[in-house]
């Protein structure tokens, strides 16, 4: 068996800063609100017409290929994480092949809906096939075009002001060296809170949750027998294709499972919270990375938050940071780093790597 290595990683933010008072002009916020709750001070907006997270997410890719040493070509499979996709279907797996001009050797391609988790849920899937020895060279990517599905009305503020736009990838290859690469990985879900964090529509479940969740929305669906249709007007108008949460359910359910998953990890390896050379965390909200760092004892170059540049890019998060801190020469080769999610779904996970 062998063990699986990061040999190239790269990122992508778009040049597009959006300040909290850019926002303020647009919604009933503002800038002191916005960084007492979430440390966020500006994020950033990808280019519409010009950009998409398919684009986006090629472009992180091709820093990562370059940095691996391989060319496209050499990619045998695609894994792409994202809840902003450029299409409903089909996913942008196969779209970032394209883009990357990798059509010829038509590799698989595979999409992941996990939301904040979905970097590591793929990292997990990357594992699995380079240790069994089924791939070679892996294409692991995160990235997020919120920009074009948040609400800019009032209703959606608590909401709009966190996201931002951004990609980040992985090559995944083969460790020759035995001293690096992922330890474990751990993934977890509960999909009975699905609802505290989500965008409801387009969809089909034709109503179908709404009489079994907590949950007042009217969706306005026409009373026919094929009334699972995408997007109804009546969702269009009252804003339900935007996403909603309930962010202090969310958040203490994050501070909650961040440490757990965390010392899942530790556990199964026989290691120390001591041991982490470098926490990498999901960056949902500077506060929860900050009670995850205090509850671990982790001083502060042991962990790498960017929320305050560019808010909380969902699945393209964690890779962004990982390669940010790498950049910064934070990440040095035998390294203990530990990676670890919390979002929508609930879904949730955590992996251990020596870089
Ligand atoms: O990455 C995926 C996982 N996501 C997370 O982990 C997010 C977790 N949750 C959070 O980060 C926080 O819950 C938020 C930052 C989203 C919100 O902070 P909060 O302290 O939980 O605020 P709240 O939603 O309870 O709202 C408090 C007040 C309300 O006003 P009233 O009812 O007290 O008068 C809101 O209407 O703040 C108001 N408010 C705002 N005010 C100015 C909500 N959003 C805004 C805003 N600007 N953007």
Known sequence: MFKTKIAGIGSYLPDNIITNDDLAQRMDTNDAWIQERTGIQSRRYATNFKETTTTMGAKAASVAIERAGIIPEDIDFIIFA???????????????????????????????????????????????????????NILLIGSEMHSMGLDYSNDGRNVTVIFGDGA?????????????????????????????????????????????????????????????????????????????????????????????VIGEALKKNGLDKSDIDMLIPHQANLRISQFVQKQMGLTDDKIWNNIQKYGN?????????????????????????CLAAFGSGFTWGAALLHW
Request: charged share 20%.
């Open 82 to 136: 994202t809840l902003s996709p450029d299409y409903y279907f089909p996913g942008c797996g196969v779209l970032v092949q394209r883009e990357l001009g990798i059509t010829k050797t038509e590799c698989g391609a595979l999409d992941i809906r996990n939301q904040c988790s979905g970097f590591i849920y793929g990292l997990s899937v990357a594992d699995q096939f380079i240790k069994t020895g089924m791939y070679k």
């Open 168 to 260: 980040g990838a992985v090559i995944l290859q083969p460790a020759v060296n035995e001293k690096q690469g992922i330890l474990s990985t751990h993934l977890h879900a509960n999909g009975t809170y699905a609802e505290k964090l989500a965008t409801l529509s387009p969809g089909c479940h034709g109503g179908y949750h709404a009489s079994r969740v907590e949950t007042e929305i009217d969706y306005g669906f026409p009373d026919t027998p094929y009334g699972g249709i995408f997007v109804t007007e009546h969702m269009v108008k009252n804003n339900q294709v935007a996403a909603t949460m309930d962010g202090q359910f969310v958040f203490k359910m994050a501070v909650q499972k961040f440490p757990e």
């Open 313 to 337: 890019t969902t699945a393209a998060s964690i890779p962004i940071a990982l390669c940010e801190a790498w950049e910064n020469g934070k990440i040095k080769e035998g390294d203990l780093v």
